[in-house]
């Protein structure tokens, strides 16, 4: 009786990740960020290929690696925000809608629709994810011929998922704490460009002055784990010849010295935002929609 | 002046709730909803009327006091209270990229239906008239279709108490019709209990067994629409279509007993008396024998409007 209740929670859960796709894919949001992936995949690398051809710029033996600007390149700015984009409005746009309220009335475990909003969500930044790796792979490929160590691609994209984690519990959170998709957008834009300008700003102040508190602040800040973490593993199954790709697109210079203690900042926030998330969806009220 | 008794074994019940939102309270309200009624639930906006179905619901936690839906609580025991309870919501809360059978499929999973979906999306969507449109999304349907959607997505499954904020608006009148069926076919036996909001007061006096209103977070009366209308109002209404009426014979129906007015109006005569005695087996035998043609002589269709606007009124609401 127990493990049929099990399979029923589970089920209910996978109806709830289809939805939420569902859902994320008809707000069209997903369709514009797959857009502008394929934008951001092929346009730079025919651009680097022509402004590259025979001056030397990125030397040959740089040229099986190339595949690395496009995967690590993005990451600093369109991933993260990628994962806002899609996140924030998981549950504020429900609230908003009124729909929160009518999936909600029925014999199901606010627990069962949390996950499955927060999983389906993800999921989605997952398919973005898979498929900006794989056309970096093929512009690479195309542009400047045959592509090496791709063995190192599938724990790459784990380790990339999992450092914008951070970003997407984070807007998760405030999506279900404001309860209003723009405020929402606001909020955890907020969040990580400040995150991102700040850091840029103590390294510079502890550049000049030498003081560690500015650097161990920096460290702690959200954007700086998630950006230095893929950059950690894959660095060291990497060539040496691959810095000057990594210089090339500004990921070569990781802030968190340890890739531990960027996954413990990254446990850290993700769970924290969750644990916050999820203990005011359970204590709260559903909010009706808005006007 | 409330009333929270109910005729069979209870599966609503609030107990001295109240929902404080800081800036207005609702309550505290004392309820008991038994099983096989259809209780129509009025009262002007703003009263409490959502707040109470979100309450029952679990959708929003008391300030003080319980509620019990199905004996569980609804916020604690969700699943448990709520098991066999369906809802339809006010327009538009459905998502506008679903489409009818994406919906039901979805209300059908969160419910953990173990019969063949296909077939019960199928029952459902020929109930309520629907069955042309299962492919077509939500936001390519009118009002009134997605009206008939919302009612739909709260008849599958086996719900045994249907909570139904204004089911019947943006419906036509044979839609409004069909669904009165619906509804009193779902009570038949026992077995099923309606509570539903509405303004429309003619829906709810033909539909309802039960009547409660309520204003600003009080129930103020509780009953069958006769008994709401014979506690709030001092007076009854009879209207008479005849033909061929004199002019002696309706001062004969003046100097009737507790006749307090009469107003004529064509060939419809509306007489106002005191009191709720019963005088139409009196007038029809008058109008007969002074030889006009009596074509209807019934107590007047609105009792219950007037009733309920006579109690805000007595509550301090004039519009």
Known sequence: MESIDKMTRVDIIISFIRYEMKRAIAKRKVLALLAFTILLDTFPYYALSTATNGTGFIPLAAYPYIWVAGVFGLQPLFLNFTAILIAAGAMSEEYEQGTAELLLSKPVRRNDYFAGKFLGGFILFLIILAFNILLSVGSAFTFFGPQASLEILPGLFIVQAFSSLIFYSLAFMLGELVRRSSLAYIFSSAVFFASFIISGYLGLIFSLTGKEFYRTVQIYLPTSPANSLPVQYASPLLPQTVGIVLRFVGADNTIVPTIELSVAILLAYTLVAIGIAAGYFWYADISRRMG | ?319
Do not use: W
């Not at chain 2, 019709?177 to 709810?204: D, L």
């Open chain 2, 1 to 319: 002046m409330s009333n929270p008794s109910s005729q069979g074994p209870s599966v609503l019940q609030f107990q001295n709730t109240v929902k404080d939102y800081g800036s207005k309270k609702i309550g505290p309200v004392d309820l008991n909803i038994g099983k096989g009624e259809i209780v129509g639930f009025l009262g002007p906006n703003g009263s409490g009327k959502t707040t109470c179905m979100r309450l029952m619901l679990g959708l929003i936690r008391p300030s003080s006091g319980n509620v019990r839906v199905n004996g569980y609580d609804p916020i604690s025991k969700h699943v448990e209270a709520l098991n066999h309870v369906a809802y339809s919501p006010e327009l538009p809360n459905i998502q506008t990229f679903l489409t009818p059978t994406e919906l039901l499929t979805l209300v059908l999973h969160e419910l953990g239906f173990q019969g063949d979906k296909q077939d019960e999306i199928r029952r459902v969507l020929e109930l309520v008239g629907l069955i042309e449109y299962r492919d077509t999304k939500v936001g390519k349907l009118s009002k009134g279709m997605v009206q008939r959607l919302s009612v739909a997505q709260a008849l599958i499954g086996s719900p045994e108490l249907l909570i139904l904020d204004e089911p019947m608006l943006g419906l036509d009148p044979a839609g409004s019709a069909h669904f009165r069926e619906i509804f009193r076919e779902f009570v038949m036996g026992g077995k099923g209990t309606v509570f539903m909001s509405s303004h429309m007061m003619n829906e709810v006096e033909s539909l309802c067994t039960s009547v409660l209103i309520i204003h600003s977070g009080r129930i103020l009366f509780r009953g069958s629409s006769s008994e709401v209308i014979r506690k709030v109002l001092d007076y009854s209404v009879v209207t008479v279509e005849a033909q061929g009426l004199q002019q002696e014979t309706i001062n004969s129906i003046k100097e009737m007993p507790n006749v307090s007015q009469v107003t004529i109006n064509n060939q419809t005569i509306e007489i106002i008396i005191k009191g709720h005695d019963d005088i139409r087996p009196a007038l029809s035998d008058l109008i007969v024998k002074s030889g006009a043609k009596l074509y209807t002589i019934k107590t007047a269709d609105n009792m219950l409007e007037r009733a309920y606007i006579e109690a805000l009124k007595k509550n301090g609401v004039d519009r």
